[in-house]
Nanobody, 119 residues
Framework: QVQLVESGGGLVQAGGSLSLSCVAS????????MGWYRQVPGMQRELVAA???????NYGDSVKGRFTISRDNAKNTVYLQMNSLKPEDTAVYYC?????????????WGQGTQVTVSS
């Protein structure tokens, strides 16, 4: 089993930046893909960004050019650097991970961290 713990959410003004982190523990050596999704109440969870152990990345269209995903395999950690934040980026952000080499991981989930962007 794999446990994911997110940190770094909070409140920021539009145009600002935030960085999220997610640490994997447990059977993390079996993890290939890690990523971030977000969800607004009443809406479907959407992919923000994901990265495989080989470095392949995938970004949601709404965040391309503003967000950057990276990972430190030695620390079992994935990061999401969010720049030029907009009010529509407000959501609960979830860390996700999976064993498959896919850029849409969904096997394991974190508890979520709130990101609020004020206008």
């Amino acid at each position: 089993q794999v446990q994911l713990v997110e940190s770094g959410g909070g409140l920021v003004q539009a145009g600002g930046s935030l960085s999220l982190s997610c640490v994997a523990s447990g059977s993390f050596w079996r993890i290939n893909a890690m990523g971030w999704y977000r969800q607004v109440p009443g809406m479907q969870r959407e992919l923000v960004a994901a990265i495989t152990s080989g470095g392949s990345t995938n970004y949601g269209d709404s965040v391309k050019g503003r967000f950057t995903i990276s990972r430190d395999n030695a620390k079992n950690t994935v990061y999401l650097q969010m720049n030029s934040l907009k009010p529509e980026d407000t959501a609960v952000y979830y860390c996700a991970a999976g064993h498959a080499a896919t850029t849409t991981p969904s096997q394991y989930w974190g508890q979520g961290t709130q990101v609020t962007v004020s206008s």
